[in-house]
């Protein structure tokens, strides 16, 4: 494992980022997805919704010098966005913003940082980071407290996608150290603990559950007669038992992400043709369309609801978890 600290010159980055921020007028109350998308005239920003699609605010700036903003996450208490950006065509790295938009600010040093997932008690990140080079996709842990960056997971083999359990103590993601791209859990030390899957597919985008050991994932498992594959969603235990397929479409269905209770599943698909937002029962029953035909692309969503707070690790979890970053800081060179 290694630790890097972040460049005091991710200073100026993010005052070009905040020079176009302007905070917006969504209320801290009430369910909200924030989602990456794409209008078909070419506008590209991070998006703040209702699960009903009642309406669409941007939350970042859709200028030609901001191209890509994507993978949204939603702090543990909805008052932080940890999100992917390109400003000024820059190397992708990680940003925080304020949940109204405002007060944006790098966290990572890139380049090739992406989907980015909160640990229990929001003081830490955990993300993917093709930093290493081609084909050398590696999870990286930035520590918010220090701004110090560590790498959880080994270079021989591409990680990528984490997921952080809720209640602390494993991250889920996928790896393809046998191969195919598969499911994993290692701890926060990034120890391997467990192979989930393991299939002559590809297994991807894991997300666990707000409250139990479950995880839901996409899973591209079915080869079309024009030899496309098709990807539906997926859920898993967390000691590999108990997979069943949610959702079953010729179309792409993929990124999972849980309701803050825990009762329904918002995915990305390709069913009514360009990638859209849908939310899903976990058995596939009910399936009902978020974003409209003004969106083109969607990159990452994150659902947040203050009624139903994510649950964290338990007091004094917090010092175990971090004691061993702080002394692999301290012998880093």
């Given at each position: 494992?290694?630790?890097?600290?972040?460049?005091?010159?991710l200073?100026?980055?993010?005052l070009?980022?905040a020079?176009?921020?302007?905070?917006?007028?969504?209320?801290?109350e009430?369910?909200?997805?924030?989602f990456g998308?794409?209008t078909?005239?070419?506008?590209?920003?991070?998006?703040?919704?209702?699960?009903?699609?009642?309406?669409?605010?941007?939350?970042?700036?859709?200028?030609?010098?901001?191209?890509m903003?994507?993978y949204?996450a939603w702090s543990?208490?909805?008052?932080?966005?940890?999100?992917?950006?390109?400003?000024?065509?820059?190397?992708e790295?990680l940003?925080?913003m304020d949940a109204?938009?405002?007060?944006?600010?790098?966290i990572s040093d890139?380049?090739?940082d992406?989907?980015?997932?909160w640990?229990?008690h929001?003081?830490?990140?955990?993300?993917?980071?093709?930093?290493?080079?081609?084909?050398?996709?590696?999870v990286?842990?930035?520590?918010?407290?220090?701004?110090?960056q560590?790498?959880?997971?080994t270079?021989n083999?591409?990680?990528?996608?984490?997921?952080?359990?809720p209640?602390?103590?494993?991250?889920a993601?996928?790896?393809?150290?046998?191969?195919?791209?598969?499911?994993h859990?290692?701890?926060?030390?990034?120890?391997?603990?467990?192979?989930l899957?393991?299939?002559?597919?590809s297994?991807t985008?894991?997300?666990?559950?707000?409250?139990e050991?479950?995880?839901a994932f996409?899973?591209?498992?079915?080869?079309?007669?024009?030899g496309?594959?098709?990807?539906?969603?997926?859920?898993?235990?967390?000691?590999g038992?108990?997979?069943r397929r949610v959702?079953?479409h010729?179309?792409?269905?993929?990124?999972?992400?849980?309701?803050?209770?825990?009762?329904?599943?918002?995915?990305?698909?390709?069913?009514?043709g360009l990638?859209?937002?849908?939310?899903?029962?976990p058995?596939?029953?009910?399936?009902?369309?978020?974003?409209?035909?003004?969106?083109?692309?969607?990159?990452?969503?994150s659902w947040?609801?203050?009624?139903?707070?994510?649950?964290?690790?338990p007091?004094?979890r917090?010092?175990?978890?971090?004691?061993?970053?702080?002394?692999?800081?301290?012998s880093?060179?």
């Amino acid at each position: 494992m290694t630790a890097t600290r972040v460049c005091g010159s991710l200073t100026a980055l993010a005052l070009a980022f905040a020079a176009f921020a302007t905070p917006q007028a969504w209320p801290l109350e009430g369910e909200r997805i924030v989602f990456g998308g794409a209008t078909a005239d070419n506008v590209m920003s991070l998006y703040v919704t209702t699960p009903e699609g009642a309406t669409f605010e941007p939350l970042t700036p859709h200028t030609p010098q901001h191209a890509m903003n994507e993978y949204p996450a939603w702090s543990h208490d909805g008052r932080t966005i940890a999100y992917s950006a390109t400003p000024n065509w820059e190397p992708e790295r990680l940003y925080l913003m304020d949940a109204d938009g405002s007060n944006v600010r790098p966290i990572s040093d890139g380049p090739g940082d992406w989907v980015p997932t909160w640990s229990p008690h929001d003081d830490a990140i955990a993300f993917s980071s093709g930093r290493n080079g081609p084909q050398r996709s590696s999870v990286y842990v930035a520590d918010l407290d220090t701004g110090a960056q560590t790498r959880l997971t080994t270079l021989n083999t591409v990680a990528s996608q984490p997921s952080w359990r809720p209640g602390g103590g494993a991250i889920a993601y996928v790896s393809d150290r046998e191969g195919f791209s598969d499911l994993h859990i290692m701890d926060e030390q990034g120890r391997h603990l467990i192979q989930l899957t393991d299939t002559e597919t590809s297994d991807t985008t894991p997300t666990w559950h707000p409250r139990e050991g479950l995880i839901a994932f996409a899973s591209w498992d079915t080869v079309l007669e024009d030899g496309d594959v098709s990807g539906d969603i997926h859920t898993i235990r967390d000691d590999g038992s108990g997979e069943r397929r949610v959702t079953d479409h010729p179309a792409w269905d993929y990124d999972p992400q849980w309701s803050p209770n825990g009762a329904q599943i918002l995915f990305t698909s390709r069913r009514d043709g360009l990638p859209a937002l849908f939310i899903t029962d976990p058995n596939g029953r009910k399936i009902q369309r978020v974003t409209d035909e003004r969106f083109v692309q969607v990159w990452g969503s994150s659902w947040f609801d203050a009624k139903f707070p994510r649950s964290v690790s338990p007091i004094g979890r917090h010092a175990a978890t971090w004691g061993w970053l702080k002394r692999l800081r301290a012998s880093a060179p």
